[in-house]
């Protein structure tokens, strides 16, 4: 039953614009990959563009440019839309084993095609959708949204979601405990390894003879960001040649460049804005220590996300510095595989870049720590066979709900 | 002098794909979110630039662009348009912005209160009986 070879929809109904790279975008991508590595036949649905391998199925539906000046209205409108579509091309690639959907508000529709289908629905929670509105957005049609995720809830065999804290929360909110299951991210030691050739980028930025504390990721809120920028004079004033080197772009720009330029450090540190992925390992690993200052929520609530710049931190084999919230307090041990520092403190995350830099030896040990760690427990092949090892053990209990 | 508003994307990389020139512009980086803060939005519009433009990766997925045109309609400049990485470029017109893009607008709000009325219902029914089928 095993070896059998599965057919997998992954249900993507989130609008990402223009970018089409981004934290879902590369999980979603990276289980592909990896199931299709594994022989399994992969189908993909989408309102947005997308990097896949080839050979993956792709079935292509845009939103409506009509209803996409209130965001609200033009996800009500795809939860219907896309519901249309799927019933006409779904019963063309039956069987399907189970549907992969990341979850997104106000949309219901792969519930309701897992109930027509009888197909067994796999949700990726990445956060309680009301919550998320509330807490970092605007929340509009508040019982809408929390209907569609209960149903969503309801009807689902499996809730993947990334961290002990989140499922906490998604508890809280009345998602049934016993479907959920922890998967967190990963990353692809194909692409985020030791052995990068960045050899011209350092010269091209200006960066030889640098010390270059370096950050990849969107910058919100949660990613702690602001405090990050805040630690460059108090490393300055021990480092004169340090560059900090942001990789990305997010709603907290304006703030960073703010601080950067209030701090008066603009030479030390660049901001490349959104690269493509594919840039990405080559400006980390020109880095001599790579920085996760994550942050608890404003409400209280713990740092629940499960940052994949954290493994591929792991994959490139760098010192890391990273706080104590969340999951990072539990995939880093303080001085065994990162240097982890109390949240929110710029001065404890300048302090430990200068440990870092001092420590030439300290910060070999935790590198290689990391690394090992990160390519035994921690890459998308990992979490894949989870996906996988989910599906056959409910196959095998025979306890899918239809 | 001009005026970048930059929703998304990269400056330098939507300047060559226009052919302009960089240093004939002031740039402000902002986000969607800002375009619904009308306060900010006229702060950085009521100076006297030339022209407005807002810049984005690509046009063919850009939210919000009637409230762009609108921004540059109250603007004293009323010039400018919407520019993106790919070379592509909405121009700014006065009367067409008033007599197609707003009406389009309001269009679309009557429309969207439709679905809204139809998602409650139907959202409703899912899940009060629906689900418990």
């Known amino acids: ?402 | 002098m001009k005026l970048l508003l930059l929703v998304n994307g990269n400056a330098k990389r939507i300047f060559e794909a226009q052919s302009m020139k960089q240093e004939d512009f002031e740039i402000i980086k902002i986000n969607e979110k800002m375009l619904a803060k009308p306060r900010k939005m006229f702060n950085y519009i009521c100076h006297n630039y030339s022209e407005i433009y807002f810049g984005c990766i690509s046009i063919e997925f850009q939210r919000f662009i009637p409230f762009m045109l609108t921004y540059i309609l109250l603007s004293k400049s009323k010039k400018g348009g919407i520019i993106d990485e790919e070379g592509a470029k909405v121009k700014f017109n006065a009367i067409k912005t008033i007599l197609i893009t707003i009406p389009l607008l309001v269009v679309e709000a009557i429309g969207s209160l439709l679905i809204v009325i139809y998602s409650f219902v139907y959202y409703f029914i899912w899940r009060k009986w629906k689900i418990k089928n």
């Open chain 1, 1 to 402: 039953m095993e070896d059998k070879k599965l057919r997998a929809l992954f249900w993507r109904i989130d609008y990402t614009g223009a970018l089409v790279d981004g934290g879902v975008s590369t999980t979603v991508r990276s289980l592909i990959k990896e199931l299709i590595k594994e022989g399994h036949d992969v189908f993909y649905f989408s309102g947005s563009r997308a990097k896949l391998p080839s050979n993956v199925k792709k079935y292509y539906l845009p939103f409506n440019r009509f209803y996409r000046n209130f965001p609200e209205i033009f996800a009500l409108h795809y939860n219907f839309r896309s519901l249309k579509f799927a019933k006409k091309f779904l019963p063309k690639i039956q069987p399907i084993d189970f549907i992969y959907h990341p979850v997104h508000d106000l949309n219901f529709s792969a519930g309701i095609l897992k109930r027509e289908f009888k197909i067994p629905l796999f949700l990726q929670a990445d956060g309680v959708q009301y919550w998320i509105k509330k807490n970092w957005g605007k929340l509009f049609f508040a019982t809408l949204v929390r209907w569609a995720e209960e149903i969503l809830w309801t009807l689902s065999d499996r809730i993947f979601t990334f961290s002990t804290q989140l499922r906490n929360l998604l508890v809280e909110f009345g998602a049934p405990e016993e479907k959920i299951c922890i998967n967190p991210c990963g990353f692809d030691p194909e692409i985020f390894h030791p052995e990068i050739d960045s050899s011209n980028l350092k010269e091209r930025l200006g960066l030889q003879k640098k010390f270059i504390v370096g950050f990849s990721g969107t910058f919100e809120l949660y990613h702690g960001i602001t405090y990050l920028a805040k630690s460059i004079k108090y490393v300055v004033h021990r480092i004169p040649e340090v560059v900090f080197l942001f990789v990305g772009d997010g709603s907290f720009r304006a703030q960073l460049d703010e601080i950067v330029k209030q701090d008066n450090v603009q030479k030390n540190s660049i901001i490349t804005g959104f690269l493509p992925f594919e840039e990405v390992p080559k400006y980390l690993s020109i880095c001599d220590v790579l920085v996760s200052p994550g942050i608890n929520n404003p409400d209280g609530t713990e740092f629940f996300n499960s940052p994949i710049k954290n493994f591929e931190y792991m994959g490139l084999r760098k010192p890391i510095v990273a706080t104590a919230v969340g999951q990072q307090k539990e995939i880093f041990q303080n001085r065994w595989n990162a240097l982890l520092v109390e949240e929110k403190n710029p001065e404890a995350i300048a302090e430990a870049i200068w440990e870092i830099y001092k420590n030439p030896e300290l910060a070999q040990t935790i590198a290689n720590n990391a690394y090992q760690e990160g390519i035994s427990k921690h890459t998308w092949a990992h979490r894949a066979r989870t996906l996988i090892e989910t599906f056959f053990e409910l196959n095998r209990s025979k306890i899918i709900t239809v």
